[in-house]
């Protein structure tokens, strides 16, 4: 196509093309160098709104990078490193912030570099210190009341911060613009206050908290920033206090105190030791500040106490003493905690809702000289009765019936699971009783929130009681597959912290007005909750049926967010049956229908299950890598929700491990797993540990790979009980790390424990059994127990063919294996013709460039070798030892070395070389002799037979 003009490239980036058309334009920009120039984002800056930097190439922003219309004549912004400046957002006394573009990355940062004078002179080194600490202070911290830091470096003599860009203005400024009610002052002041608490949680004191360092987004979302003097709980500060207050952070000087000074607890004054009650005497200062309209130490002679507050109209009463508890001189009269001010300024607030609400309904009966004498009477509590709701749907009675379906499959693990899932269902009902209060009290209660964000809470809880009831009406009919897949299912149940990410309710497409649409669409929704639970209780078929209704009826209404929906479930159900290209295509149709539905989070789930299809399942790893790129742009636009974020990190340490990028797998399931761990259930950190111990030993870390299972194994046990057999493939892998450890007696009690553990559960026929079968055949040959390790591949062998056909690629190594076997035994003309058969058989399927091939070949070297056929051998075996890679064994690339030396010494070719390619052989299983002594042994005897000038004639 020709290239798009500007108004296309605009509409393209802002998701209002039609899909045929969007894509259309997408594959243009992935081919057409002139427009993805001119996607790059350029902002015209003023000359001195521009640093002076060291000139950098340009770096061209990848396809899909935000199109910004280029002014003509406007100078290339300025630029730092890979960050491209676009305008200047602020200073104080330490640094100058920027907001800037991060082409590797997709997204908008602010930038927040050293001042010059700051890079010059004794205090440089001091200077670049405490920027960094800064983003130490602030990657520790994992909150949503926390800007995040992206990236920390130097660039020349400069240090810059990448952090998270918030579009809004600091909470002084915020304050400033307009007079606010002082319910809306508070919601702001309890969100930073949280923050706070989530750095004292990590043991970070910030020193410097006041309304400048606290950030105010459009969407009202408030995050704590500039931890630029962040210290370790119990830091100790200077000893002599500044004279003067700053409007930012001062620098370090022989005598001065870090901070600014109309905020700092006494003892950070005076210059003692400074602990987290230190920022909940700042917090306080400027909370009071803001509801009161003045200093509290206004007017007060220097070490006096603070006065009490003004009177306001309106304000609650009880806030003042709080307040003033928070600001008290000495540090053990406040509270003991962050969290324990919130709770008492919340609490308060929320009274004074309540205590209008009851004069107003004549309540009060009596107020005299004495005060209130009646706070509360018989008159019903509003906000009550979730619990009843929630007993509709899972009863004492129901939880029985289910763990009674569950255990009459008699499965060795059934109690456990039954037990496991009553717990859990039972903790997702305390916290929808707990979600259902606060989102009516915040209403009708607090007054944060309007009637409709309370209809959609609502009908957010509505559809995740749903959600419960269609599970157990699955689990009521458990058979063993139901039960095997029992807890994960619970754990897939809708997130209930949805229904209180008020930015995402109101960035959904609203509900219809009219009653009966709004009726069927409940109903497809249903069938696509009903959908989900039978997929993840492996019943596919039907869940294909009820995917069916759900799209018809979204179809008919013409509700495209609805549509979506199904779509991604259904793609997910076609990629749990193996059709996978049909699972990349619903995908693909999903994310197409969300955009134009305007529905974010839908649409980010699109692309990071089309991700793992595309990268994992279908090894196409570039469109995956697009896929995350997008999926990236759209969580930033939601503000990284944590669940959607954990789930895109998975994906993305997936997609590099597939692409054998191992350090950089490992850097994205490491955030992953921080994010997972946060959640209620540990079945995601099971799996991310998993991929992370393939990513270890990639690294040839092979004893953090150790670790990494074994907690995945301890995981699990806790969550789904000692006989599960999910444990089976944690056992298998446990097993596969202490071979590469060479502690083979270990490794085969690991695979004998996956075997007692998958013969119950899918029975001595089964393909899980057959794997499991094959690995011991192969370690038991390593230990040199052929006749054990015979008896365990004949069983696989019979099994694979039984199952999988003869041709099959796992049928053939099972069949080297046995082979392999043979040879040991020294049985090499029964050896050979399987051989030549599987190695046909495994190309045919597999191809020639497998690093499998490594063993095929060396086991088929080995035997012409034996056979006195050396040449041949030769041919095979230096075919076979370029095809090793970091996750090879070394001692299978020492068994090819010493078959080839042998060949190459038979044939007189390279002695030299023959004896070299054997001493390689010797150093490695010297290196691990006891696992290794029986071919140590023949390797030595081999060497002290064939010495150089020696070579029989």
């Not at 405490?130 to 660039?155: C, K, S």
């Not at 002599?240 to 607890?265: F, I, R, S």
């Not at 399987?834 to 499998?852: M, Q, S």
Request: neutral net charge; contains cysteine; charged residues 25%.
């Amino acid at each position: 196509m020709t290239c798009p003009d500007k108004p296309t490239l605009l509409a393209f980036q802002r998701g209002t093309l039609p899909p045929d058309e969007a894509e259309r334009v997408r594959l243009h920009l992935e081919t057409c160098a002139s427009c993805r120039r001119f996607d790059a984002p350029t902002v015209e800056l003023a000359p001195r709104d521009v640093p002076v930097l060291p000139a950098a190439p340009p770096v061209a922003p990848p396809v899909g990078a935000p199109v910004l219309p280029v002014p003509e004549g406007t100078a290339a912004p300025g630029q730092l490193g890979r960050y491209l400046l676009l305008a200047r957002l602020g200073a104080g006394g330490m640094g100058e912030v920027f907001k800037a573009y991060d082409p590797e990355l997709d997204r908008r940062v602010a930038l927040k570099l050293l001042r010059p004078e700051l890079l010059a002179g004794p205090g440089a080194e001091e200077n670049r210190a405490r920027m960094l600490r800064e983003a130490q202070a602030l990657a520790r911290l994992a909150d949503a009341h926390v800007v995040t830091v992206h990236d920390v470096g130097t660039h020349g003599d400069q240090v810059f911060l990448a952090m998270e860009y918030v579009e809004g203005a600091t909470l002084r400024e915020w304050l400033e613009a307009q007079p606010r009610p002082w319910r809306q002052v508070m919601e702001r002041f309890l969100d930073a206050g949280r923050g706070l608490a989530a750095a004292h949680a990590a043991g970070l004191v910030h020193r410097d908290f006041k309304p400048q360092n606290v950030l105010v987004a459009r969407d009202g979302r408030v995050k704590v920033a500039d931890f630029g003097l962040a210290r370790g709980v119990a830091a100790s500060a200077p000893s002599v206090l500044a004279e003067e207050p700053a409007p930012l952070a001062v620098v370090t000087q022989a005598g001065q105190v870090l901070g600014t000074p109309a905020y700092m607890a006494p003892e950070q004054r005076e210059g003692g030791t400074v602990d987290a009650r230190a920022d909940q005497y700042a917090f306080s200062v400027a909370l009071y500040e803001a509801l009161y309209g003045r200093h509290p130490l206004q007017g007060v002679p220097r070490g006096g106490a603070p006065l009490p507050p003004p009177s306001r109209p309106g304000l609650p009463r009880g806030l003042a003493p709080v307040l003033l508890r928070g600001m008290a001189a000495h540090p053990d009269a406040r509270f003991p905690s962050m969290e324990a001010l919130l709770g008492a300024l919340a609490r308060e607030a929320s009274g004074s809702r309540r205590r209008r609400l009851a004069l107003g309904a004549g309540v009060l009966t009596l107020a005299s000289t004495l005060g209130l004498l009646v706070w509360r009477t018989s008159v019903p509590v509003p906000c009550q009765g979730a619990a009843e709701q929630w007993a509709g749907t899972w009863s004492a009675s129901r939880s029985a019936a289910v763990g009674e379906a569950l255990r009459r499959t008699g499965l060795p693990y059934s109690a456990d699971t039954a037990a496991e899932v009553g717990r859990r269902v039972e903790d997702y009902g305390r916290r929808w009783v707990a979600q259902h209060t606060d989102a009516c009290e915040a209403t009708r209660l607090r007054g944060e929130q309007g009637e409709e964000m309370l209809d959609l809470r609502m009908a957010c809880l509505a559809r995740r009681r749903r959600a419960v009831d269609a599970l157990a009406s699955v689990l009521l009919s458990a058979d063993a597959r139901v039960t095997e897949n029992a807890v994960r299912t619970v754990d897939a149940l809708p997130d209930l912290e949805d229904c209180a990410d008020l930015a995402a309710l109101r960035a959904a497409p609203r509900p219809p007005a009219d009653p009966a649409v709004r009726a069927r669409l409940d109903a497809a929704r249903e069938h696509i909750d009903e959908a989900r639970t039978l997929m993840d209780a492996a019943r596919l078929k039907p869940a294909f049926a009820a995917l069916e209704k759900a799209r018809g009826e979204a179809r008919a209404l013409s509700a495209l967010d609805v549509e979506a929906e199904a779509l991604v479930v259904e793609g997910r159900v076609h990629w749990r049956a193996g059709r996978y290209d049909v699972a990349a295509e619903r995908l693909t149709e999903a994310a197409n229908a969300a955009s134009a539905a305007g529905d974010e989070p839908m649409l980010a789930r699109a692309w990071i299950d089309l991700a793992q299809v595309e990268s994992g399942l279908l090894r196409r790893h570039e469109p995956a890598a697009l896929r995350l790129r997008q999926a990236r742009v759209v969580l930033e636009r939601l503000g990284r929700p944590e669940r959607l974020e954990a789930r895109y990190h998975f994906v993305a340490g997936m997609n590099a491990e597939d692409r054998e990028q191992h350090a950089e797998s490992l850097e994205a399931l490491d955030r992953a797993l921080a994010l997972f761990e946060r959640l209620p259930s540990q079945l995601p950190a099971i799996q991310v540990l998993t991929f992370r111990a393939n990513a270890l030993m990639g690294l040839g870390r092979f004893s953090e790979a150790e670790q990494s299972v074994r907690r995945a194994l301890a995981l699990r046990t806790a969550a789904q009980g000692a006989n599960h057999p999910e444990l089976g493939s944690g056992y298998v892998m446990l097993g596969n790390v202490l071979s590469f450890q060479n502690r083979l007696a270990e490794a085969v009690e690991a695979q004998r424990q996956a075997l007692a553990l998958l013969e119950p559960a899918y029975g001595k026929e089964s393909l899980q059994v057959a794997a499991a079968l094959h690995n011991l055949g192969i370690l038991e040959t390593w230990r040199g127990n052929f006749q054990d390790a015979l008896e365990s591949a004949e069983r696989s062998r019979v099994l694979y063919e039984k199952k999988l056909g003869a041709e099959h690629p796992e049928a053939a190594k099972v069949q080297r294996t046995v082979a392999d076997i043979w040879l040991a035994q020294g049985r090499a003309r029964e050896a050979l013709p399987v051989l030549e058969r599987a190695l046909e058989r495994f190309e045919a399927k597999e191809g020639r460039e497998n690093e499998t091939l490594l063993h095929f070949l060396t086991s088929l070297g080995e035997a012409h070798l034996a056979l006195g056929r050396p040449q041949r051998a030769v041919e095979l075996l230096e075919r076979a030892l370029p095809l090793r890679t970091a996750l090879t064994r070394a001692e299978d690339v020492a068994r090819t070395r010493f078959a080839l030396g042998r060949a190459l010494w038979e044939t007189k070719q390279e002695p030299r070389r023959a004896r070299e390619l054997v001493e390689d052989a010797r150093d490695t299983y010297a290196a691990h002799a006891q696992a290794n002594a029986r071919a140590l042994e023949a390797v030595q005897g081999w060497l002290a037979t064939h010495a150089l000038g020696e070579q029989a004639p």
